[in-house]
């Protein structure tokens, strides 16, 4: 953890709150200013994972419920169901994987983004919805929050 703050000095610290819930996942701070914009923070998280220490590394974002990390993945609806060889077609000129898709439509799917870019599902979600096939995509995120109360589930203690 100390070699990474040494190495960058613009990173001011760890969010020590929001690591517990996935092992091996730190949150670090970035300065205020030290990254002016959105492309300028892929780049720069691009360059943090040259260190040999960093196995990925992304953006991690506000909401009301707590902090959101977007994971590999992009969740994809297309404007009609694609045949297999179009899907394939797709795919292939986004360098994507299929994940998953959904029994409750013919039309969605998460897509895995490939391994070894910052935050590449914000890339790739910005580029498949300004595709013509694609009503909409998003990042899949992973959401780290703070459970306040137990779940109004009756058998939420039998889990």
Known sequence: ???????????????????????????????????????????????????????????????????????????????????PSELDAFLAAFDLTVGRGFEWSDRAFVLRCPPGSAAPSLVAASALARDPLVEFAHPNFIRFGQVTSAPNDTHYAEQ
């Open 1 to 83: 953890r100390q070699a990474l703050l040494r190495d960058h000095p613009e990173l001011v610290g760890f969010v020590d709150e929001y690591s517990d819930p996935l092992p091996g996942v730190e949150v670090v701070r970035i300065a205020p200013g030290a990254v002016p914009d959105i492309p300028s923070l892929l780049g720069y998280l691009d360059d943090l994972l040259r260190d040999s220490y960093l196995e990925s590394a992304g953006p991690v974002f506000l909401s009301g419920q707590g902090r959101m990390i977007a994971a590999d993945e992009v969740a994809v609806v297309f404007r009609s169901a694609p045949t």
